[in-house]
């Protein structure tokens, strides 16, 4: 589960021997029906268009392709609880699927033949969390700001129709102020930009998203691009540092 | 509960004998100690200064003041799962507290001394709502746009980190383009507007809900105001109507 | 031209001897026709509401009423060069206009009759005011960040079709990190806080203009409110000021 | 003046004959000291990354390069009016800014020696202009929903600081609604998304100009691509289509 678009291809695709795809052009021009086609399965977080790439050397050398990155970080990865969110070849679906996908994953999902559709889907999903997120830290901050306990808003968050384990897991981060990275900061910011450009290129508008990645982008500047993203706090309430003794007490909960 | 300020502060305040306040004061010129003190317990959305001018006039008509409002609409009114977020006199908190907010709600905070804090609380609370519910639109925007199913998208969401109520329950609105109304778009505008007042009175900013406000403000125009909330997601999308044929295939999933 | 509302609607309105409508009323009473009435023409920049209220309270009292906000600070007011907005009795418009408006003013506008619509102009002027010098710090942040000088900016800007007074004046200002006060930023703010509301209230977004009053809020926060509003391009880096070891050479030019 | 990166990157490097490398190389190869080496000056608006790999390739076939993107539309570049943005080796600035350069536009900078700087610059220009036509719309949008003349408006804009040519030009176009394209919609859209980029690459937030991208997205998705980018103005008021008829007058002035 490669993070780089650049890494993932590189592996997939460069190398006269080294690489996937020369090892299915070796195993496919030894011969072999439909049914013996070596089968790639990439499970790393790229961009459509580079995961179309792989697809197509790795079909153009004879195999067949799914790709499948993941939603879920550490916790859920070590738990066999990731949600996966292939697109692809069915027949490698099926063949993942069962066993593979069901030991890594409470779910996974063949979203489409068409292979880019999974790594939509993914920026899909991480954009909503990058501006769910933000949301969140807006509301703390305004908490703090207006002298409010931070730790009321989030149990009364928990207790109502907002209430989702992110925001359980990544308070008590917020409200410490402390930031141990289960998914980095730069990468949601990346995965922001990501479906901002999906956004661009169909002509959907997505401002709330666009906002929200401009505080990445600050948080990012500010020297939290390795901390986990919930750090996208300190960006939110960052342009008060001055302010802070003179208009409001920021004494957190 | 009323839900507009000058209506809450009309019934508590105004009329020479029928208001609130006429009659915590007959009830006070009448004598009695702090123990008999009547008890207003306010339950209305309002800003937090128009519940600071109801507390005025029931302390100084000799009475005490709680503000009480709650977060959940219709559904979890009728199942007595509201949330409860009080402020003012704590004594009016405790005989409130029970029975009646325990048979009313599923858990109530004695959040401040200081009347104001709970209304601030709530709008910070449909603060981040109105900016969830955009995230989530644009979300299903992007999908639809993608030629993606927002029923998968969904699911998705249904199974990791931001699984929650809100979004189970308003998924088939948006999917449908239908919304009924629990809680009427105006209102999440009003309240985004004033989570935005609040931030300002305490030179905190929230871009992200700022961006949220103006797409609740550009579906209260197309006619939305009295839809539910999530007929945000028509201003989200509103604005390919005309491009639908030309540069994307609109039909959702 | 007094700066805040509630100073302007106490002049006209408060005090049973002192008040301008005190004085309208007691001439009205002395007899007189319509020639002869009592003209009155506030010059305050008030929200429209406001202006809405002083001017029924001048025509209640007997008197004609213009509101005629101005456009310009310090240095246009000195020479004359102001321009004024006016709405409300065409005739106190005509009377006011010449020698007045003339001297004071390089051109008057009479809006409309509406009282209030002067008001409303003002806040669109200066909603557009906030937003361009917003984008013109933005550009010059963007210029520091990429090792561009912030001079060569300036100037390309001066020689195209963005060339304007407001940039000619405030780039040394930017350039420098001095801020004198022309036009607070305290005022710009409102401003544009004013003029989202008054978007609200006829359902209008206006995004642009809500993504730079989050800037100008930021600034507020940092202590930035009564320096000049170009102050905000503070706001814009401020959130730099860590990385700036890091990321990038942000030494202005 | 190549409008597309591909296109420009193609015409300076595909082709073993007919591009401007292998003519460059050519004649590198027939010998020849510094002051004889071919000199090659793209005046295409690209990103820096590909006026970089030209710049590149130019030199290593033995040429001198420079960059020199222009700002300025048709009406300019017919008059010799534009402004030259010019980056890379400065014996080619001099040898190009006389004669050509002090033909074709008023000015012309050489920004740096660094290939690329002149890109950034290009894109830091338009991406202000992006943020002000934005910005200039929304305050049209407004005035024709709060019952102003627009132009009254634009009168107004043009007496005071924000006078630029700019706003008088396209004044018109917003007030009929009629978009001959100067400079397409879609060129502005690309030039914010280059220019947005480029702040990400460099940890700058610029979240006017993402609220202004935004609009102009929703203007090509509307079919406004090829329009002028003045057209911008009926994404802000499109979303109020429905609305027209039920909240406000929106016949313009």
């Given at each position: 589960?490669?993070?780089?678009?650049?890494?993932?291809?590189?592996?997939?695709?460069?190398?006269?021997?080294?690489?996937?795809?020369?090892?299915?052009?070796?195993?496919?021009?030894?011969?072999?029906?439909?049914d013996q086609k070596k089968m790639y399965v990439d499970m790393s977080t790229v961009d459509a268009e580079t995961s179309a790439k792989i697809g197509a050397a790795v079909t153009e050398a004879g195999g067949l392709f799914l790709e499948a990155p993941v939603s879920g970080?550490?916790?859920?990865?070590?738990?066999?609880?990731?949600?996966?969110?292939?697109?692809?070849?069915?027949?490698?679906?099926?063949?993942?699927?069962?066993?593979?996908?069901?030991?890594?994953?409470?779910?996974?999902?063949?979203?489409?033949?068409?292979?880019?559709?999974?790594?939509?889907?993914?920026?899909?999903?991480?954009?909503?969390?990058?501006?769910?997120?933000?949301?969140?830290?807006?509301?703390?901050?305004?908490?703090?700001?207006?002298?409010?306990?931070?730790?009321?808003?989030?149990?009364?968050?928990?207790?109502?129709?907002?209430?989702?384990?992110?925001?359980?897991?990544?308070?008590?981060?917020?409200?410490?102020?402390?930031?141990?990275?289960a998914f980095p900061l730069k990468h949601q910011q990346k995965d922001l930009r990501l479906a901002l450009a999906l956004g661009d290129s169909v002509?959907?508008?997505?401002?709330?998203?666009?906002?929200?990645?401009?505080?990445?982008?600050?948080?990012?500047?500010?020297?939290?691009?390795?901390?986990?993203?919930?750090?996208?706090?300190?960006?939110?309430?960052?342009?008060?540092?001055?302010?802070?003794?003179?208009?409001?007490?920021?004494?957190?909960?």
């Amino acid at each position: 589960m490669l993070a780089d678009p650049q890494a993932a291809l590189a592996a997939a695709t460069e190398g006269d021997e080294a690489s996937v795809v020369a090892g299915i052009r070796a195993s496919a021009s030894s011969g072999g029906n439909n049914d013996q086609k070596k089968m790639y399965v990439d499970m790393s977080t790229v961009d459509a268009e580079t995961s179309a790439k792989i697809g197509a050397a790795v079909t153009e050398a004879g195999g067949l392709f799914l790709e499948a990155p993941v939603s879920g970080s550490k916790g859920p990865a070590q738990q066999g609880q990731l949600v996966i969110m292939a697109a692809g070849d069915k027949r490698v679906f099926e063949a993942a699927n069962d066993p593979y996908f069901s030991i890594m994953g409470k779910r996974a999902f063949h979203l489409s033949d068409e292979v880019g559709s999974a790594a939509k889907m993914k920026l899909i999903v991480n954009g909503v969390m990058g501006s769910m997120m933000a949301a969140f830290c807006e509301g703390n901050a305004l908490a703090q700001a207006t002298g409010l306990r931070q730790t009321d808003l989030s149990e009364i968050l928990s207790l109502g129709a907002m209430a989702c384990p992110m925001f359980a897991l990544k308070a008590a981060s917020v409200q410490m102020g402390e930031y141990p990275p289960a998914f980095p900061l730069k990468h949601q910011q990346k995965d922001l930009r990501l479906a901002l450009a999906l956004g661009d290129s169909v002509g959907q508008p997505t401002p709330v998203a666009a906002a929200a990645n401009e505080l990445y982008k600050a948080a990012r500047a500010q020297g939290r691009a390795d901390d986990d993203f919930a750090a996208v706090y300190e960006a939110v309430v960052v342009s008060n540092a001055e302010g802070a003794g003179k208009d409001a007490k920021r004494v957190r909960a």
